[in-house]
Each structure stands twice: as C-alpha cells, then as structure tokens.
C-alpha cells in the first residue's frame, strides 16, 4: 500500500540528547513536511523539502535539524537545543509544493524525560 | 500575517443531526483551503480541498464552502454518524509566498452521540 511511514510511534528522550524521527514515504511525492502538534493546538510548520538534496525552515526550526539525501525519506533531528520537544510530530508530503493535496503519517510522539 | 480560526472548540450532537463547522481567516489572498479530520493519537486526512476559485467541494455527506471575499469557509456535515466523531482542522495555504505552508485552526472536536 501506497503511504507515509513514521518511526518510532513512541519516544522518550533524555535531556541532553539529540533523538531522530523517521519518515519515509512511497507515493513518488516531491515535497516533503514536518509539522509539530502541541494539545489543543494547530499544526506549526518545522521544516519542508520541495526536492532532494534541498529543504527550507519553516516557522519555528530552531532546535531542529533534517537531510532530504533520498526522494522517499525525510528525517528530522530533535536537537539538545530544542528546549520543550515534547509534543506530536507529524511528517506529511505532497505530490509538488503548491495546491495539491496533502498525505499525512501517523506521527510520533516524542516525550522528554 | 494569516491567523485561521475556528468556531466552535468542541460540539457535541445526536447521532443524525445535520451540522456546520465553522472556519475563518484574516487574509483572503489565499491559493486553497482545506478541512482534514484527525482522530486521537493518530495524523491527519485530508477531507476536501477548495481551491481559490471554487465555491464549494462535496464528497459524500461532507461539503465545504468557501467564500474568500468573507474569509471564511464551512464543513457542512449530513446526517452525523458516531463514526464522525473527531477533531476537524481547517487549512488555508497563501497566494503568495510561504512555499508549501499552510496555516491551521486549532480545529473543532466533534462528538456524536449514539
């Protein structure tokens, strides 16, 4: 089946550490998302790809690093400098950034400890 | 800059009832708008998708209507079933700008009760 990939759905991090959320997807899609989900609140945009090799910040990056190295995989890395991770991450992808519909992945949650 | 809000924050219904869910958004320079439903614990998936120039979009019991000039939009829901039972998000993604991002409501829980 066609779709978006994440892993781990659970994660428990240590202060201090750097921790990587997977997604991988296998729908041929261009561009590629990571979103943030604290309760009770909207989607906020971390990073985006529009092509490998290539990624853009999106509105609260700091704290946060990703590599586009393959068209299907788009990981994110939770730096020891992001000093409230703790929250649903959701990768997502499009077909091309622009007006196409948007798949999203099961998310992760990450949870400092 | 674009804030998209959504009214009400919770709603709760008897199973059958027809509903309306309601979006709004500051900036009316948008390239599309979207309402996705989210299930606790899980990621988002997409419901309909309006782009600028259309007025509405309709897929099964669920439309949406768009009136850009307003800056709003609503999730008009038929005959609620318990199975539709969620949060639902709306989206809108810039005319200009911005690249992929879209801007989120912080959604509105919908319960339906048997």
């Known amino acids: 089946d066609g779709g978006i990939t994440q892993s781990p759905k659970y994660l428990f991090r240590k202060e201090g550490q750097n921790v990587t959320l997977s997604c991988e997807q296998n729908l041929n899609h261009d561009a590629m998302y990571w979103y943030r989900q604290d309760p009770g609140q909207g989607l906020r945009l971390i990073y985006y790809s529009q092509i490998v090799n290539d990624f853009q910040k999106g509105d609260i990056a700091e704290g946060y690093s990703v590599s586009r190295e393959k068209k299907e995989s788009f990981p994110l890395t939770v730096t020891s400098a992001q000093k409230n991770p703790t929250a649903f991450y959701l990768c997502?992808?499009?077909?091309?950034?622009?007006?196409?519909?948007?798949?999203f992945g099961e998310g992760s949650w990450l949870t400092v400890v | 800059k674009q804030e998209v809000t959504q009214i009400p924050a919770a709603l709760s219904v008897p199973e059958g009832e027809n509903l309306v869910l309601n979006c709004s958004f500051t900036?009316?320079?948008?390239?599309?708008l979207q309402w996705f439903r989210q299930d606790p614990g899980k990621g988002l998936t997409s419901l309909l998708l309006i782009q600028s120039s259309q007025r509405e979009q309709t897929s099964g019991r669920l439309n949406a209507s768009l009136d850009k000039s307003s800056g709003r939009s609503t999730l008009y829901i038929a005959a609620s079933q318990p199975g539709d039972s969620a949060t639902y998000l709306c989206a809108v993604k810039a005319a200009e700008g911005s690249q992929g991002n879209l801007i989120f409501g912080k959604g509105t829980k919908l319960s339906v009760k048997p």
């Open positions: 997502a992808s499009q077909l091309a950034v622009g007006g196409n519909t948007i798949y």
């Open positions: 900036d009316s320079a948008i390239y599309n």
